[in-house]
């Protein structure tokens, strides 16, 4: 089969060796560029959308916007046309495999930083020429011979100032596991979306698995807008700050550049005593070609407030940091299911121990090694709440009087259901111990007839319902059974949330 394959691609000036890999809209081959005897990555149009023009016009802008693009982690792109029917774009062959493949082996603590640093860096410099990739994933990282990863395949990067039709709203393009809150949505999205892609893919390095799981691509997109940032285990706790920084629901919350990530990233692994195996690791290790260094370096104490503040620090302290070091030296998810996310279930874009030094193992797997000792508390998301749970109703206790409590249930639900707030979706059921459906709840433990609490709960349920009618329509049963049973949370007595969650959106 890949000998028909090979034998059917014929571009001048190109000698096709053997394919490399097949996806949705191209596949790639090794071939050798004559004219400078150098091999090449050459990535072809499938011919089957060669006459689709919006494919055609997405492949020919990937090569217009990673041609601008020279830095040791991104691709360098070549060469870029056609050939009759046939569309092509010849980028630098990367032989070391893809960090999906590492992954699957295993990565040490130290190599999973490294790959952090790598793609920050390139995300940076493709941020201040105005390109967002929008796809960072493990699968579009690649590994030069010295080990440096590099970022590939902008096929469905956007330039920062454009508004084509493939990225206004309703168009949601992406891979689900990695997708920003806004690109879930079908917002716009800026270089801050490709660092939570980062966070997320950080994540899956540090656990074995992605932050959020499903059988179904659309409750993947809808669990990031609405569920509780991932929670690292024990041995990594030490790094939650920097993922919370990373995975910021709203991007105002993320480090503002892969530049700031970077720095903070390296100052904390300066201090922590948690990273010494890393540290001592990092001095005796050599690599043929040198690590690019973040353009801004701040003071370690600059950097403690700024990076470790229990991840609430903003923006704004790090970009206040930055400007001393120079001179001194969400529209919803739902509104964009109908369009958006169809596109994506089309495939079209899918006290502290200091440890003794010794040798680092993989991290990753069903059980990975415990290279740093475990914190006694873990991280939370500064949770308003008490944890306990009256033991007579199994009603979550909540701190403070009834009508301050109403108050406070009836903002999460007035942002949560305004289509144009970038609390969408947020704390009307999720996160456990902060959301208006348990504030509500427990008010009625406490005030049985509570009128604004019965009819905050059942506009939370008509909020679900709808959506779940909505997400039926494009064919996610599982999408609409999550968000039937979010209703049934609200109001578990409501027969037509049942029969959705029961039945409709399990057998249709």
Not at 15 to 32: D, T
Not at 142 to 168: E, H, P, Y
Request: aromatic share 6%; hydrophobic share 40%; proline share 8%.
């Amino acid at each position: 089969m890949e000998t028909l394959v090979t034998e059917a691609v014929q571009i001048p000036g190109y000698r096709i060796e053997r394919p490399l890999g097949v996806g949705g809209m191209a596949s790639v081959y090794l071939a050798v560029q004559e004219s400078l005897d150098r091999e090449v990555a050459l990535k072809v149009m499938a011919p089957s959308l060669s006459t689709n023009q919006e494919f055609t016009e997405r492949f020919l802008k990937e090569g217009r916007l990673t041609a601008k693009l020279a830095h040791p982690n991104l691709v360098t792109v070549y060469d870029i046309g056609q050939h009759n029917s046939l569309y092509y774009l010849a980028a630098e062959y990367i032989p070391g495999g893809t960090l999906r493949d590492r992954m699957n082996r295993g990565m040490t603590l130290s190599e999973i930083i490294d790959v952090m640093r790598d793609v920050a860096m390139g995300l940076t410099y493709a941020h201040e020429k105005g390109v967002v990739h929008r796809d960072v994933k493990p699968g579009n990282v690649l590994f030069r011979a010295n080990g440096t990863a590099v970022l590939a395949d902008f096929g469905i990067a956007k330039a920062m100032n454009s508004n084509t039709m493939s990225t206004q709203a309703g168009n949601s393009i992406g891979t689900p596991h990695y997708m920003s809150p806004e690109q879930a949505r079908a917002d716009k999205v800026d270089g801050r979306s490709d660092l939570y892609s980062l966070g997320a893919m950080m994540y899956e390095m540090l656990v074995g698995a992605p932050p959020y799981e499903s059988s179904d691509p659309f409750t993947i997109a809808l669990m990031h807008v609405t569920h509780p940032l991932p929670i690292l285990p024990q041995q990594f706790t030490w790094l939650q700050p920097i993922l919370n920084r990373l995975m910021a629901k709203l991007p105002a919350d993320r480090f503002a550049t892969g530049d700031e990530f970077v720095v903070g990233l390296d100052k904390l692994m300066a201090i922590a005593p948690e990273a010494q195996a890393i540290r001592d690791a990092q001095q005796t290790r050599k690599r043929s070609v040198p690590r690019p260094q973040p353009m801004v370096q701040l003071d370690p104490m600059t950097l403690a407030q700024a990076a470790m503040a229990d991840g609430t620090a903003n923006t704004e302290s790090m970009r206040a940091a930055r400007a001393q070091s120079t001179s001194g030296g969400n529209k919803g998810i739902w509104i964009a299911a109908g369009v958006g996310l169809l596109i994506v279930l089309m495939g079209v874009g899918y006290g502290m121990l200091k440890p003794k030094p010794g040798p680092e193992v993989p991290v990753t797997g069903q059980n990975p090694p415990v290279l740093i000792p475990p914190a006694t508390n873990p991280p939370t998301t500064n949770p308003p709440v008490t944890p306990e749970t009256d033991p007579q109703t199994q009603v979550q206790v909540y701190d403070g009087d009834v009508q301050t409590l109403i108050t406070r249930a009836n903002q999460y639900v007035r942002d949560g259901i305004l289509a144009d707030s970038p609390q969408f979706g947020m704390n009307l059921s999720y996160p456990a111990g902060d959301n208006a459906t348990e504030i509500y709840q427990y008010v009625l433990s406490q005030d049985p007839d509570n009128a604004e609490a019965l009819a905050g709960l059942d506009r939370i349920a008509d909020f679900w319902e709808a959506r779940a009618q909505r997400v039926l329509k494009i064919g996610s049963l599982e999408g609409c059974r999550t968000l039937a049973e979010n209703g049934l949370m609200a109001d578990p007595n409501r027969e037509s949330l049942k029969k959705l969650a029961q039945e409709t959106c399990v057998t249709r």
